[in-house]
């Protein structure tokens, strides 16, 4: 996959952590390189990881202990379906490292941007947000919409298995395409 030609349609922005020496379990990282998995990707197991909402790298790697982050896309073809009900870490086989560190500001900018966009592509999907949050609300009264959106309420739990990630992942997509 040849990432300096990316297309929306076979990538999908997210965001990671690294150690203050850009390793993330053990395994050390540059900026602007792309690297491959050899064999599946599982969520929590084994890939790369990364998450589609920027506050939820402070889960994994947190700010006062120096941590370092960047924007990053994954290729689609190869994404675990899994996903976690309570954030949104993502894991695949192909990942490609941005050519620049970004700072927790513009982090937290990015994600008010994102939010903003997510907010349109929902409505515009019919769904009906009919409140205003405070801003240490709304990142999981989002997620919980998109993921309960996306799925049956006989598919949700805890942890999913779930074939319809794609769902999920064109509402970050068409976010991105309006930010």
């Known amino acids: 996959m040849a990432f300096g030609m990316r297309s929306e349609h076979s990538t999908i922005i997210a965001y990671k952590g690294f150690n203050r020496d850009m390793t993330c379990r053990d395994m050390q990282y540059q900026l602007g390189q792309t690297y491959i998995h ?42 675990d379906p899994m996903l976690e009900s309570s954030n949104s870490k993502i894991c695949g086989r192909v990942i490609h490292i941005d050519n620049k560190l970004i700072t927790v500001e513009e982090l937290m900018n990015e994600e008010l941007l994102l939010i903003q966009a997510i907010k349109k592509v929902l409505r515009k999907r019919g769904v009906v947000i009919e409140q205003k949050w405070h801003y240490q609300e709304w ?9 309960n959106w996306s799925c049956s309420s006989a598919e949700c739990g805890t942890r999913l298995r779930y074939t319809n990630v794609s769902k999920i992942l064109d509402i970050f997509s068409e976010a991105h395409e309006l930010m």
């Open 38 to 79: 050899d064999g599946p990707a599982h969520l929590c197991e084994c890939g790369f990881h990364a998450c589609l909402l920027p506050s939820d790298i402070f889960r994994f790697y947190y700010p006062c202990e120096g941590a370092l982050y960047t924007k990053v896309y994954l290729a689609k073809n190869g994404l």
């Open 139 to 147: 990142h999981y009264i989002y997620w919980n919409l998109i993921f």
